[in-house]
Structure formats: structure tokens, C-alpha cells
């Protein structure tokens, strides 16, 4: 059974820093090319960033480039995402995907809350 884990999320002030961690149970990791995602309060979700199965390939989207970094352990099944900077418009539910060919597999959701 395919299982992404989140973690990492929470309450923090603007200009402050979180790491998110999403752990793969059930595939193949080092195959799969791992995403982050946000849905912001009443908006759709949206892309974050990628990092594919070679680790060599990293995108962003432009508002967080410069502020947020992904990454990969592949001897841990692990996926990250450092958020620096954070601003109140980062606020959203942040979720993580696997993704081969066809397949795609998403993680429940982590809160992060960025407020004063």
C-alpha cells in the first residue's frame, strides 16, 4: 500500500522558517519524481515545487524562488521542502506527490500558518 507521510508544518511569524518532510512507504522512491503543492484558504491547489527521480532536475514556482528549497533522500524515502522568508501569502495546506508515467499518489496535507 502506497503511503505519503507529511510533516513539519505550523504556526510561524513572517520572515521565519520551516522544513516540511514528506516520507514514501510502498514504492520504489528513488523511480518517482517527488512534488510539493499548496491549496491557500479558498483558492485552488497549486504547484510548488519538483524534484525529479535523478535529483539533478529542480523547478519552482516564481513566487517562491529564492525563499523555498526541495529536496531528496533517496537512502530514506524522504522528500523536503526549507521554506525561508515566509510570508502571510504562503499560508496554505502543503502537500506532497509522487508521480511516475500515469501514477500519482498524494499526501493528506500539513498546515503551515504563516501570521504575526
Known amino acids: 500500500q502506497v503511503q505519503l507521510v507529511e510533516s513539519g508544518g505550523g504556526l510561524v511569524q513572517p520572515g521565519g522558517s520551516l522544513r516540511l518532510s514528506c516520507t514514501v512507504y510502498?514504492?520504489?522512491?528513488?523511480?518517482?519524481?517527488m512534488s510539493w503543492y499548496r491549496q491557500p484558504p479558498g483558492k485552488e491547489r497549486e504547484f510548488v515545487a519538483i524534484v525529479q527521480s535523478g535529483g539533478s532536475t529542480l523547478t519552482y514556482r516564481n513566487s517562491v524562488k529564492g525563499r523555498f528549497t526541495i529536496s531528496r533522500d533517496n537512502a530514506k524515502n524522504t522528500a523536503y521542502l526549507q521554506m525561508n522568508s515566509l510570508k502571510p501569502e504562503d499560508t496554505a495546506v502543503y502537500y506532497c506527490n509522487a508521480n511516475r508515467g500515469a501514477f500519482t499518489a498524494w499526501g493528506q496535507g500539513t498546515q503551515v500558518t504563516v501570521s504575526s
Open positions: 510502498g514504492l520504489t522512491f528513488n523511480n518517482y519524481a
